[in-house]
């Protein structure tokens, strides 16, 4: 059997986890918050570049920026984005499981953004061909990124999509389909304005270039849109499990708290004993 001051120390390891959980719990929640109104202010922007863009395209296919001469790489690249570290539940696990449902070595190159999701790759021995942090700061920059999916001609992103504070999906998607998918949606709420044209408006130097560098925007903001939806996803997936965590350990803590006070009484009970023995043995020696 443990002695007390045994288990009052595992009491005290334990009320500091829980502790530690909720700081993270607290965490989680303020900066989904944050992430919450980035991602309503990154949805009505695009439908406002939506709305010009579809008015002046050149064709039904949306290419990414491209120019005119430039032919892509017909492999398809494969987006993973996943949380900077742990303490997320199984949230990446998930996605680097329903990654290799899709992934072809001969077909599919791999950009990683996450350093948890870099190392479940190199468990998995699977090689990737760049990695990015996962942005700290509210504002994320996707230049980067955006000129590397350029040079291939087909894409597809793989993140944690926030449902609920219980609930994150993982989504597999397209990315020209998603960007379509965003415009019809974006349609829905686009008022009856003045129609843009090259007859009521001068595209400089000509309306490809101006559509190529519409198709930009949008890229960079549907590509921001999954980088904020898959931390939100990962906010509450830690969230989540910080709760879980929490009262865990607050469970473990009021069961040592338990285990603590009945190991004193008894330790009591036996020196009281003792000492009645001894006690007994003097008087009968007498």
Same mark, same amino acid.
């Given at each position: 059997?443990?002695?007390?001051?045994?288990?009052?120390?595992?009491?005290?390891?334990?009320?500091?986890?829980?502790?530690?959980?909720?700081?993270?719990?607290?965490?989680?929640?303020?900066?989904?918050?944050?992430?919450?109104?980035?991602?309503?202010?990154?949805?009505?922007?695009?439908?406002?570049?939506?709305?010009?863009?579809?008015?002046?395209?050149?064709?039904?296919?949306?290419?990414?920026?491209?120019?005119?001469?430039?032919?892509?790489?017909?492999?398809?690249?494969?987006?993973?984005?996943?949380?900077?570290?742990?303490?997320?539940?199984?949230?990446?696990?998930?996605?680097?499981?329903?990654?290799?449902?899709?992934?072809?070595?001969?077909?599919?190159?791999?950009?990683?953004?996450?350093?948890?999701?870099?190392?479940? $790759? @190199?468990?998995? %021995? /699977?090689?990737?061909?760049? =990695?990015?942090?996962? #942005?700290?700061?509210?504002? &994320?920059?996707?230049?980067?990124?955006?000129?590397?999916?350029?040079?291939?001609?087909?894409?597809?992103?793989?993140?944690?999509?926030?449902?609920?504070?219980?609930?994150?999906?993982?989504?597999?998607?397209?990315?020209?389909?998603?960007?379509?998918?965003?415009?019809?949606?974006?349609?829905?709420?686009? $008022? @009856?304005?003045? %129609? /843009?044209?090259?007859?009521? =408006?001068?595209?400089? #130097?000509?309306?490809?270039? &101006?559509?190529?560098?519409?198709?930009?925007?949008?890229?960079?903001?549907?590509?921001?849109?999954?980088?904020?939806?898959?931390?939100?996803?990962?906010?509450?997936?830690?969230?989540?499990?910080?709760?879980?965590?929490?009262?865990?350990?607050?469970?473990?803590?009021?069961?040592?708290?338990?285990?603590?006070?009945?190991?004193?009484?008894?330790?009591?009970?036996?020196?009281?004993?003792?000492?009645?023995?001894?006690?007994?043995?003097?008087?009968?020696?007498?």
């Amino acid at each position: 059997m443990k002695r007390p001051l045994e288990i009052l120390a595992e009491e005290k390891s334990m009320r500091t986890i829980v502790s530690l959980t909720s700081a993270f719990e607290s965490l989680s929640s303020m900066k989904m918050a944050q992430t919450k109104n980035k991602v309503l202010i990154s949805n009505e922007f695009f439908s406002e570049v939506w709305n010009i863009y579809k008015q002046i395209r050149m064709d039904v296919m949306f290419n990414f920026g491209r120019q005119v001469d430039e032919k892509p790489i017909e492999k398809e690249l494969m987006i993973l984005i996943t949380a900077q570290g742990g303490l997320s539940g199984d949230i990446d696990q998930r996605l680097i499981r329903k990654f290799r449902e899709h992934y072809d070595a001969e077909k599919n190159d791999i950009i990683v953004i996450g350093h948890h999701g870099a190392l479940q $790759l @190199d468990q998995a %021995k /699977i090689k990737y061909n760049l =990695y990015f942090d996962m #942005p700290k700061k509210d504002t &994320v920059n996707v230049d980067v990124l955006m000129n590397e999916i350029k040079r291939y001609r087909r894409s597809r992103v793989f993140y944690q999509s926030y449902v609920s504070l219980s609930q994150q999906v993982i989504k597999s998607l397209d990315l020209s389909e998603v960007v379509s998918s965003m415009g019809k949606i974006a349609d829905l709420d686009t $008022l @009856d304005e003045e %129609k /843009i044209t090259e007859r009521t =408006y001068i595209f400089e #130097p000509n309306a490809f270039a &101006v559509a190529s560098h519409l198709e930009t925007s949008i890229l960079r903001l549907t590509l921001a849109q999954f980088i904020y939806d898959s931390r939100l996803a990962q906010l509450a997936s830690r969230f989540k499990s910080m709760t879980a965590a929490k009262e865990r350990s607050l469970e473990t803590a009021n069961e040592l708290h338990t285990q603590y006070s009945r190991a004193k009484r008894a330790l009591v009970d036996v020196r009281l004993k003792e000492s009645l023995a001894g006690l007994k043995k003097i008087r009968g020696s007498n």
